[in-house]
């Protein structure tokens, strides 16, 4: 059993990327399908406590219920946010990441990097072609600062 669990959506770049790094620092995670098996409200809000962000911060922006239930509203509460999240999987930003040094929303996808407990194994290059570690496993600094 893995003590690394990510909620994944294996449609998403970001998170396909951030998958490879788990599995390239040796580790096979937990996987969790969470728009076919989403996190129970209790999960949920467990999830966003670890992370320490706001609900809002980890709801996705660019995908269609957001619009339609007008979820930019500022009056709407937290606990209505995360029962839209409960409903609508697709508005749970991601991925998710869980291991012993914390809980991260891995975007971009090299944030895993600062909670994995094993350093990369070796040479990491996004799907994108971006190079993340070199054949030591050592971090190369990003075009995104």
């Not at 619009?67 to 508005?91: K, R």
């Amino acid at each position: 059993m893995s003590n690394i669990t990510i909620y994944h959506n294996p449609a998403c770049g970001t998170s396909r990327n951030t998958l490879e790094m788990i599995r390239n620092s040796g580790n096979e995670p937990t996987i969790i399908y969470y728009l076919d098996t989403p996190p129970s409200h209790d999960e949920l809000v467990k999830l966003i406590a670890d992370m320490e962000i706001t609900v809002r911060a980890l709801l996705r922006k660019n995908v269609e219920p957001y619009e339609q239930l007008v979820l930019a509203d500022e009056q709407l509460t937290d606990e209505q946010l995360i029962g839209f999240m409960l409903q609508y999987p697709i508005l749970i930003n991601r991925p998710i990441v869980v291991t012993p040094q914390g809980t991260r929303l891995c975007r971009p996808s090299e944030v895993v990097l600062d909670i994995l407990p094993e350093p990369q194994k070796g040479a990491f290059t996004k799907e994108d072609g971006e190079k993340v570690t070199d054949e030591s496993g050592k971090r190369i600094k990003s075009r995104h600062g």
